[in-house]
């Protein structure tokens, strides 16, 4: 079994909403896939589905195999699958060991509680009541709480909100780290750097419909599209004399739009070279996940409009 998730055509509705309306696609084991949707486009209520949490209208859903729709699956999937909301209600008065062990004993196989303290770098809180831990330092618990089954599958929501960006790289390199140990992830993320860095593939909820999905790279074409290469010119080199007609020019800065960056550069850089001409600050763009994201959603942007039906 290749597929840690297989969704075909999933509806699920509320009363006047239909909140996610026949969406597909799979995630493979092993694998961090992010499901990106503006707020209200539908992702907690599929993710919902796939934990085992909401009942569906109608589609195929396979979590590790089989249905978490069927009552009779739900034990087997719980002791396999991991999951961090975006708020977890632990008991406060207890130490960051004494819930990690406790929920350790809901699973057969879990991992070490002092690897997990370490993995999510609270070693130093390792006694402390979860009360006086800080909001950082409590979502990095969360976490802990996720994968202290030692979970196939790990639903992640939102997982580095409201940490610093230290913490947040720390998270990053967990997330790396579980991935490489052959965790499935699938992860929510407002943070379209966050997804860049690691998701491998990606869909769009808007108006709880698939808008695109894809490798992270190449999402909405972006590995295709235009690039903008954009340098500075030395203030004793005339735009005329350039090899290449700019696209832009504001002050002595060029910007080149085009569709074949390498041939562009190759002259671009012969003839600075050749001509001893120093270009400064050369950079080589192209739409970023977020410009994509945005185009994808722009008519969903709090997803308001709901979908009466
Ligand atoms: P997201 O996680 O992408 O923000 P949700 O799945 O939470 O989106 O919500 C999708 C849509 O379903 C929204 O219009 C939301 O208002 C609606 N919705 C979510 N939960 C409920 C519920 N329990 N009852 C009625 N409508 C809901």
Known sequence: MTLA???????????????????????????????????????????????????RDSGTVEVLGV???????LPWLRERIGVVLQELAVESFFTVRQVLERNAGFYPHPRNIDEVIEMVGLTEKRDAKVKKLSGGQQRRLDIGLGIVGNPELLFLDEPTTGLDPAARRTTWDLIRLLSS???????????????EALAHRVAVLSHGRIAAQGSTASLGGRDKGEATIRFTLPPNVAVA??????????????????????????????????????????????????????????DDRDGSEARAR
């Open 5 to 55: 998730l297989r969704v075909d055509n999933l509806r699920k509705s509320y009363p006047n909403i239909m909140a996610v309306d026949d969406i597909s696609f799979d995630v493979e084991r092993g694998e961090i896939f992010a499901l990106l949707g503006p707020n209200g486009a539908g992702k907690s209520t599929s993710i919902e589905v796939f934990e085992g949490f909401l009942p």
């Open 67 to 73: 249905d978490p729709g069927d009552r009779q699956h």
């Open 241 to 298: 004399d350039l090899p290449v007609t700019p696209s832009r020019v504001d002050g002595n800065v060029i910007e080149l739009r085009t569709a074949d960056d390498l041939t562009t550069l190759h002259r671009l850089i012969s003839w600075a070279i050749e001509g001893n001409v120093a270009i400064e600050g050369l950079t080589v763009a192209r739409e970023t996940l977020e410009d994509i994201y945005l185009a994808l959603t722009r």
């Open 181 to 195: 140990q052959g965790t499935t992830v699938l992860m929510s993320s407002h943070y379209m750097d966050e997804v």
